[in-house]
């Protein structure tokens, strides 16, 4: 049978990082079936260009997998691949957390012959095998000889054969740019991100998050030697097609078991298998320097910390009072000794935000390093503590945002503001912290570093800012280029000097090896 597994568009970004829920099904799926995968961000499709491709490959069965901001989407291509009498089967956390709407059982229409609910690593091959058979069950759910959820081991892992994929497509470096720095800049015309997990699972449960309701409270991990593994074969291919690769370790909290994590790390550094790297890390977790200091000899670059608030109220309400405010310039100036910086991220819509959460956030981040500062609206996602509470107190305004997505509004009426009001602060926070002048003063306060660490974090700030501007057309970017051009200009002079520098330290040696190769 040939199978698709698709992931459709988010609208915002293009070929950010690959996922990997449709790498990890393909490694699952038994080998007589051949899998295609499609990822709407990298390859963009309407409904007719996926039938129009089902049909040519002659698909038998298409997985779809989706979170809750695209699966609008994720249903109309389903309609039209049912409509052409392909069997459907959708995963992922939205249709876990709400298997009656994919089914059509809650009154509305019908997306997905099937669901997958929860992890699929065991269920997937049973799926493939009853298709096949043209035998496809309503719901698939890993469970125990007793009818209990089971959550499954992640040992063994399959390898996912990353250096035979092909990636091109994950390119993070822009077309045009890409023969420029093919020529000068040794590598890195091509740059992948690649997902790495090396558990599931977090304890905490924060009363938005989702992940502790559907990967659970207990942590599984893999071994250090699966993840080793995988890093060593993803630094030989990086070398061999002399690309850069960069690691997300996607886990949801890398550190959550310090001393596991402290193993994981020597491990990969008593190996050599060092990649640079990217993590989610709670600001409570790094407050061990030793910890930090593996970050750093294992190549840890970027730490993503879910700050969420400068407001301990705030916390206290989404039940996050782990994370200490007080502390948080002292965790990030602990990285940044290491040249390591964060991407933090906020909520903007907590109950004891007032109007001023912005200017007041913006002031405390101002004080810290330089890192990478993401705002989002609070949301109610399905299933969660939160969602529950908000629609108890007849506070959602929008219960099913979902099926009529909006990009940062609002689905339910803050405490102390009003929407329009939330909105605002959102807006002035992210146009604040990705201005040209704050770049400018992000890259003055690190004007003692490297300039390669420099222009890396410049063109992170460029990317991320992205996220909530999307800079999708040649236009956006020659904007961005024009109003940040002075810090372009200053980074250019000074990579050129630097250049031109080196060339000098170089040359008496080439020459002296050249008068050694003429005498020989
Ligand atoms: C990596 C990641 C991202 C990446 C992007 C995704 C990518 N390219 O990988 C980045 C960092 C960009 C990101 C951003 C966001 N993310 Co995110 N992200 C994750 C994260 C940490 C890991 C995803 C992952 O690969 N997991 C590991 C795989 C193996 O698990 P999985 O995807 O669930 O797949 C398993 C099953 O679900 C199932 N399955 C999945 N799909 C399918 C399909 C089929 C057919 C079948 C049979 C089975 C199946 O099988 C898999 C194996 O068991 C998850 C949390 C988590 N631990 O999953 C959050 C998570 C998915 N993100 C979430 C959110 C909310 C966001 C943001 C909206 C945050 C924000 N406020 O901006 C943005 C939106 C991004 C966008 N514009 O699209 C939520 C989604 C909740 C929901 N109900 O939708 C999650 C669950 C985290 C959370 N805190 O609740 N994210
Ligand atoms: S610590 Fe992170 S992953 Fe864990 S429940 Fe809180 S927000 Fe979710």
Redesign the pocket.
Known sequence: MKIL?YNPD?G??RN??????MF??QSLTPAEHQVFLIDGNARPMNEQQLVSFIREQQIGLV???S????VARAYRMADAIRAAGVPV??????V??VPDEALGRDGGPRHADAV?L????ET?PR?VADAGRGELQEIYQPLDERGKERK?SLQPYPSIPWEKLDLEQFNMVPKVARPLLERHANGWHSVHLI?I?SG?GCPYGCEF???TG??GDSIRFRSNESVVSELLRLKKHARKNRSQVIV?F?D?NFAINIKRTKSLLKDIIDAGAQLPWIA?ISANLLRDEELVDLIEASHGKWIFIGMESIDPVNLADVNKSFNKPAEYAAVLERLARRDIYAITSFIVGLDNDMPGVADRTLEQIAGWPPGLP?F?QL?P??ATPLYDRLLKAGRLTRPKHWLEFAPYQMANTPLKMSIGQTHAELDKAWTESYSPQRNASALAAIADKPTKIRVMHFAMRMFFRG?YFPQMTKRAWLKLIVDNRRSILNLAREAIGNWRAAKKRVDPAVAHSRGNTQRA
């Open positions: 597994l988010n915002v970004t950010f990082m690959p996922h990997l829920w990890l099904l997985g779809i997998g979170m809750t901001r695209m089967v959708m995963g992922g956390p939205h876990t957390e997958a929860g992890e699929a690593d997937w799926i499954p997902p997990e599931r998050c989702t992940v559907f990967f997300f996607i949801d989610q993401v989002g949301t996602f399905p996220i």
